[in-house]
């Protein structure tokens, strides 16, 4: 049957392709037609993702299309420009969202405060922090070692929220016993089951039940984390705090405790999955992580080449964030097209990451693709502008990659140094939703590994 619906989707693509090249350009961007969306929706029931890339691959050669009231940019230089230009679509970005109040959902804050906390967030800095995350890694390392069957999503989470509490607060969250499986529940509740899965609606008790936990979690969070750095220079709980007071710096708690986290909590299980799944490829990981392993605990700044290019291509094929909101005040125009002032534009990562006009083989997962001497058309279609962006792009990048990128590289370079991950009953074909209030992609099930102790 899978077979069958991307044979179908296929066919679609062509046929719309062919069709698009009958007609003249208009100085509007291309709108799919009814038809052809009721199509997509048929062969893709519920899977907005696909859909959107299925769009992607008809509308490639004008740069951008409209669907579902935003204008989705593909074309790597005028989504560049647009990146540079623009500013944060906050008219609805996060807006019904509890991070509605912090520094994230907020053109008028957000300068400000990212000026503030830009040094912590600095990659001299993650990687001086090194030492804090490999604590809290190797205690993680410890509980997989007592189990055989392993919920990558679980712990991964439980290791990515210990890692922002200690690294960037100097708190032990992982003392709080049940209270941090309060806060996990309450997180999970708010950003998986009611934005991703659409299990529970923001209107139900559940959903304000998390709600109110979480900000109960948060605020005592605060408080221990304002005393703890009464005496320590430059402490993000009291930078944000002196800025913007409690209230609002109880709201960039929260988003430090949920977005720190979710893109490792989201990317691991993605990542040994690929791992499992591509032959020959742990058994390669796993020497690298023997042959850096030391390295990386004296100087985090080393790079595993060949878990780099794996974990670049896992987040070229497999974006976290979707996609990246831009709005337009006034007219403007991008290439050949006039874009109204007032347009809600998406800069579709996914789409653009995935798009067999850019990447050779674009759907498959191909981890020696970002090595030193890889050729591929690739190489020629960076020239044309940035298009592996996975934290975002210009003024407005995510401030939390550096943190995200060497807690990556440190936890899976222990992951692979002492265990050997392999494919159980229970483990599930890969497959994603979208919260797309937040941007971003969850896989919709738990990544279960098999997980064995290496001699």
């Not at 509007?28 to 009721?38: E, H, V």
């Not at 008028?108 to 001299?124: G, H, L, Q, V, Y």
Request: proline share 5%; aromatic share 10%; charged share 25%.
């Amino acid at each position: 049957m899978a077979g069958l619906l991307r044979f179908l989707a296929q066919l679609i693509v062509w046929i719309a392709k062919l069709t698009q090249k009958l007609f003249p350009n208009s100085s509007t961007p291309p709108q799919p037609s009814y038809f052809l969306t009721s199509v997509l929706k048929l062969i893709y029931p519920g899977h907005e993702l696909k859909q959107l890339e299925c769009l992607t691959d008809i509308y490639f050669r004008y740069g951008l299309f409209q669907h579902g009231g935003y204008i989705y940019l593909l074309d790597p230089r005028m989504s560049q420009s647009a990146i540079n230009k623009l500013d944060k679509g906050a008219v609805e970005y996060l807006q019904n969202s509890p991070l509605s109040d912090s520094f994230l959902g907020s053109s008028d804050r957000s300068p400000e405060t990212r000026r503030a906390i830009a040094a912590i967030f600095r990659k001299s800095n993650m990687e001086a922090n090194a030492g804090k995350m490999i604590q809290v890694i190797e205690r993680t390392v410890e509980k997989i070692s007592r189990q055989s069957t392993l919920n990558v999503n679980q712990i991964s989470l439980q290791m990515a929220l210990d890692i922002v509490g200690h690294v960037l607060f100097g708190l032990e969250l992982d003392a709080l016993g049940c209270k941090q499986d309060k806060l996990i529940d309450a997180m999970m509740t708010i950003l998986h089951r009611a934005y991703a899965l659409k299990e529970i609606s923001p209107e139900s008790s559940e959903f304000k039940q998390a709600e109110k936990d979480l900000d109960t979690m948060t605020s005592q969070i605060l408080q221990s984390a304002l005393e703890v750095s009464d005496d320590v220079e430059k402490s993000l709980a009291r930078i944000l705090n002196d800025i913007t007071g409690f209230k609002e710096c109880k709201s960039n708690m929260e988003l430090f405790l949920m977005a720190g986290s979710e893109t490792t909590a989201s990317s691991i299980p993605v990542f040994l999955y690929l791992v499992v799944n591509t032959p020959g490829l742990q058994k390669e990981l796993q020497e690298e992580a023997d042959e850096y392993f030391s390295k990386l605990r004296a100087d985090a700044s080393i790079v595993p080449p060949k878990l780099e290019s794996a974990l670049r291509e896992m987040l070229r094929a497999y974006a976290i964030a979707p996609y990246i909101s831009r709005r337009t005040h006034e007219e403007m125009k991008l290439r050949d097209f006039l874009i109204p002032h007032d347009s809600s534009l998406r800069i579709f990562t996914w789409g653009i990451h995935r798009c067999p006009e850019l990447w050779p083989q674009s759907k498959t997962f191909l981890p020696g693709r970002f090595c030193p001497g890889y050729k591929s058309k690739a190489n020629t279609a960076s020239e044309r502008g940035q298009f592996w962006i996975p934290f975002g792009a210009g003024a407005r990048v995510c401030i939390g990659q550096h943190l995200a990128w060497v807690e990556l590289k440190l936890a899976l370079t222990y992951f692979l140094h002492y265990f050997t991950f392999s494919k159980v009953k229970v483990t599930e074909p890969l497959e994603f939703c979208v919260d797309w209030e937040h941007a971003v992609v969850h896989v919709d099930k738990d990544v279960v590994l098999g997980v064995a102790r290496r001699r």
